[in-house]
């Protein structure tokens, strides 16, 4: 039942903050548990984006022990950043347990990026150049306003609202899902994948690392594998039709493009609008119809269609 979105620009940049706000927000009654968005904005050459949480929401009801805990999980990884030499440019805090840094580093980031999270509490949520990944508790207008995303410009986005059906109401099981340690990749997912477990153990044998239980996430880790493979997300995309199991309908971004897949019996929805200049897509046209009220031509995507589209 979770909502899904997407939208991306061709050849220039737009406030995709407020648009995905707006389309989440009418997608509010597929999944009221939690909101997620991932955006590409225009990164500086030479920096990282890294967004992480040091708590779950709900561990801000523990009392005064979790502030400090949460202070000392903060020196903790800024002191992983310092001994493998990265530079932070900027720090901001969206809340007392959800991180922004902006870094310069040279290295080995993937080995720092593993560090970092070795420490009890911490997970990183997007490390790369583009990509900044937010997800929380609530919906669309409550974490926009939170995070600070209705000014957030950049070419394109990808969002989640969320009905958890088997696994938590947690930051940790909410979508999208980014794939440690490479750059860039996020997906946001309807449906059930029925082979999970298995995808999960091949893609664990191969040094994989997941963050949660839900199946979800191995869509994102399956994707960045084969990126990293050289293979393309076309590719990847009518790959996982043949080798992942169930009913599905999902949306990869990466640092310049923008995927869909369905499966094979196309049982989960997605509507999409295409222009010269914009494509947006999402479970239900009232999404679109936010953020493009005029009169416009939709269409279903059919059983086993995979799309890619160039920012």
């Known amino acids: ?30 999944g009221p548990d939690s909101t997620g968005y991932a955006v590409y904005g225009e990164p500086k050459e030479g920096d990282y984006i890294m967004r992480l949480k040091v708590a ?17 999980r903060v020196n903790a990884v800024e002191a992983i950043l310092k001994e493998h030499g990265a530079e932070v440019a900027s720090k901001t805090n969206a ?19 593993e560090h970092i999270e070795e420490t009890d509490g911490v997970e990183i949520l ?18 926009a306003g939170l995070y600070g995303l209705h000014d957030f410009k950049g070419t394109h ?49 191969k040094g994989h690392r997941f ?18 493979n050289g293979i393309t997300l076309e590719e990847s995309l009518r790959n996982s039709i043949q080798e992942i199991d169930g009913v599905f309908t999902y949306l990869v971004a990466t640092k310049d493009q923008l995927g869909m897949a369905k499966d094979t019996m196309a049982a989960k929805p997605l509507v999409l609008y295409e222009s010269d200049d914009l494509i947006a897509m999402a479970s239900e046209e009232v999404a679109i119809r936010a953020i493009l ?9 059919y059983d086993e269609e995979v799309r890619v589209w160039q920012a």
């Open 1 to 30: 039942m979770c909502g899904i979105a997407g939208l991306i620009h061709k050849g220039k940049s737009s406030n995709v903050g407020s648009e995905m706000t707006a389309m989440l927000q009418a997608l509010k009654h597929r």
């Open 56 to 72: 779950e929401a709900d561990d801000m009801k523990r009392g005064h022990g979790i502030h400090q805990t949460i202070l000392d």
């Open 95 to 113: 809340t007392e347990y959800a991180l922004r840094y902006v870094l310069t580093h040279v290295g080995d980031t993937a080995k720092m990026a």
């Open 126 to 143: 997007s490390l790369g150049n583009g990509l900044e990944l937010i997800k929380d508790l609530g919906d669309a207008s409550d974490v």
């Open 157 to 205: 986005s990808i969002g989640h609202t969320r009905m958890a059906t088997e696994s938590d109401v947690d930051i940790r099981s909410a979508h999208p899902y980014w794939a440690f340690p490479y750059n860039d990749v996020s997906v946001v997912h309807n449906g059930q994948i029925t082979n999970y477990w298995i995808m999960r153990r091949e893609m664990e044998r």
């Open 211 to 228: 963050m949660s239980n839900c199946d979800s996430e191995l869509l994102a880790v399956y994707t960045a594998h084969n990126l990293a």
């Open 293 to 301: 009220p005029q009169e416009i031509d939709t269409y279903d995507p």
